[in-house]
């Protein structure tokens, strides 16, 4: 079946460091959901892509939609402590509904 | 607006127990989702409904029943509650087809 993995599961860095998730799906994705999740609470979305090779911004957040549109990627600049997380991307399976990756769990030392 | 709301935030319940988890969304949106996560495994869906009167089984159903109660309700049956499904189960809703999400605050289930 349809799967969507993220790398890597856990990421410690230094405050002030960047950071990259990768997200991977085995089909072709019509579009790319990312979502934080602060520790406790619950998930909240960030964007949505669309178009193939489509990069978009959003302060410190650099979102990536591959040229397959199989994978995307999620690169924060200058970590800040308010970016600690886990973050999830989702893909669509099917008309109503989203699988999502396992996430990556962003700890920011500071 | 509320968003999306959730009852109760807590329970433990024993091994063969029944519950309800409530979900209520007040933003006119068609669609709504049950999602269970479990360390590690991300969020994996247990059933939806695409609109008013129709319900479909997830990733993960076996064990559960969904009710759509109206537009505005969505809710989540334990029939026989199992310390498998010890989970923060989350609600979701989305306005149309494949857009945003919105996520309630969870319910953390602790089954015995």
């Known amino acids: 079946g349809q799967q969507v993995m993220q790398i890597p599961q856990y990421q410690h860095v230094q405050e002030g460091e960047d950071f990259t998730t990768y997200c991977n799906s085995s089909t072709t994705l019509s579009n790319i959901q990312w979502y934080k999740q602060r520790p406790g609470g619950h998930p909240v979305f960030l964007i949505q892509l669309v178009k193939s090779g489509e990069v978009k911004k959003q302060k410190r957040l650099t979102f990536q939609f591959g040229e397959a549109k199989k994978n995307s990627s999620l690169h924060i600049t200058a970590t800040q402590t308010t970016d600690v997380g886990t973050y999830f991307c989702a893909g669509p399976s099917g008309t109503y509904k989203y699988i999502f990756g396992t996430g990556t769990r962003l700890k920011v030392l500071a | ?112």
């Open chain 2, 1 to 112: 607006n509320a968003g999306v709301t959730q009852t109760p935030k807590f329970q433990v319940l024993k091994t063969g127990q029944s519950m309800t988890l409530q979900c209520a969304q007040d933003m006119n949106h068609n669609s709504m989702y049950w999602y269970r996560q479990d360390p590690g495994m991300g969020l994996r869906l247990i059933y939806y409904s695409a609109s008013e009167g129709t319900t479909d089984k997830g990733e993960v159903p076996n064990g559960y029943n969904v009710s759509r109660l109206n537009k505005r309700e969505f809710s989540l049956r334990l029939e026989s509650a199992a310390p498998s499904q010890t989970s923060v189960y989350f609600c979701a809703s989305t306005g149309r087809g494949l857009s945003e999400q919105f996520f309630g605050p969870g319910t953390r289930l602790t089954v015995l």
